[in-house]
Structures are given as C-alpha cells and as structure tokens.
C-alpha cells in the first residue's frame, strides 16, 4: 500500500459542516482534505434539500399566484400552463451553479478533495473507499461531518416510485394525484406546499398534536392555521 497522505485536518463530510470547517481550518493555514461521496459538495442540504426544495418553493409559488392570485389585483395572464421540467431545470441550475462555488473555494484554499466514503481505521487515519478501490490518509484532527439520510418506516423500504423519500420527491416527472407526506417536519411541509401549489391533493400524517412541534409554538401554531386554510 502506499504511503498515506498527511493532513493536518481531515473531514468526512462535505456537506455545511464539513465544508465550511475545512475552508476554515484551510485559512488558518493548516493543509486540509474532505472525504465525500457524492460527486458534488454540498451535502443534503445543497444538493437534496434546503437549496432545490427553496428553489421549487419559488417557482411553485410563482406558478400559484400566476394562476389565481394575480387577477385579484388587475393582472391577467389568461391561460397559465406548467412546464414542470423547466421547473425542474431551473432547479438544478441553481444547485450546480453553487456547488460548483464551493469546488472553486476548495481550489481557492488548495484543500484536497476525496471522492468516496471514509472509515476510521485509528484515531489519526481514514480509509477512504471508492469504486472498489481504498486508499489511506491520515490527520493530526479528524472531523466527523457525516450529515443524515431518510430514514425508511419499518417494513415500507423506500422503492423510488410509489413509496420516496424527500430526494425523489425533488424530481418527480409529473405532478402526483394524491401526495401523502408521512412527517409534518419542515421538509416534509415544503414538499408538500410544492407539489399542492402544482396541482397535487396532498395529505399530511403527523404523530404529534401539532405540525413543526420542534419550532417555537406560536410560530407552529400561525403555521397550522396557514395550512388547514
């Protein structure tokens, strides 16, 4: 095996954590390398989920006030049509342009990026696993930064068609009859909203006596209102 390269700083994770601590630890002058294993930096949250699901949220809502909530003010568009993969599009558009702003910090900052999933094998080095191919690095300081992923109800696997998760949710083709969202979380309220302002009948199953029971009650509360109307 070659002889593994040496960081100061290794992060597993290339999401907001683990972006953002390597550019960091990178500008105080240590030399830095992040394990990812998506293609693209950014993590869930740029590539799967707080930045598209913003996006759609936008453009959904455009089509939604061009539909019927224009004419009330003396605007009149006549017929509006959807053209969901131009939506789609536009969507993808705004997650390249940023992750490609992240790969151009890490250039910036000279921070080694690599491709794959990483694993601890002692407390300074990483395996870092990849097309059936493993090499090793080590760092004086390891950052975990490893993000989350949908988490499948007992018994009900996710199958990418009639069952999803949040990330097909994203890039569905065509705009669903009937939406039910398992989680009346924040992601699962956006995806909703998106998919109902488009068209959908959409049914929200939520354990708790509220929706968005981890936000600050009032908020949660003038939420639910907003939603029931």
């Not at 018994?155 to 065509?174: Q, W």
Request: charged share 20%.
């Amino acid at each position: 095996m070659a002889e593994a390269a040496q960081y100061d700083v290794v992060v597993i994770g290339g999401g907001p954590g683990g972006y953002i601590a390597a550019i960091s630890a990178a500008q105080l002058g240590m030399k830095v390398a992040c394990i990812e294993k998506r293609d693209a930096l950014g993590g869930t949250c740029l590539n799967v989920g707080c930045i598209p699901s913003k996006a759609l949220l936008e453009s959904s809502e455009l089509y939604r006030q061009a539909k019927e909530g224009l004419a009330q003010h003396g605007v009149n568009v006549g017929a509006v049509k959807l053209d969901l993969a131009a939506m789609l599009s536009r969507k993808d558009k705004v997650v390249g342009d940023l992750t490609r702003g992240i790969d151009g910090l890490f250039k910036k900052h000279k921070i080694a990026r690599y491709l794959g999933t990483g694993r601890i094998v002692s407390p300074a080095a990483v395996e870092v696993f990849h097309g059936g191919k493993s090499e090793r690095v080590t760092g004086h300081n390891l950052v975990i930064a490893t993000g989350s992923d949908p988490i499948p109800l007992p018994g009900v696997p996710f199958d990418g068609k009639r069952v999803i998760s949040s990330t097909e949710a994203l890039t569905l083709s065509k705009v669903p009859k009937h939406l039910i969202v398992i989680g009346g979380g924040v992601i699962g309220l956006e995806m909703g909203s998106v998919w109902l302002r488009l068209g959908a009948e959409v049914t929200v199953v939520e354990m708790l006596p509220q929706l968005l029971a981890t936000l600050d009650s009032q908020i949660a509360k003038t939420a639910q209102r907003i939603f029931t109307k």
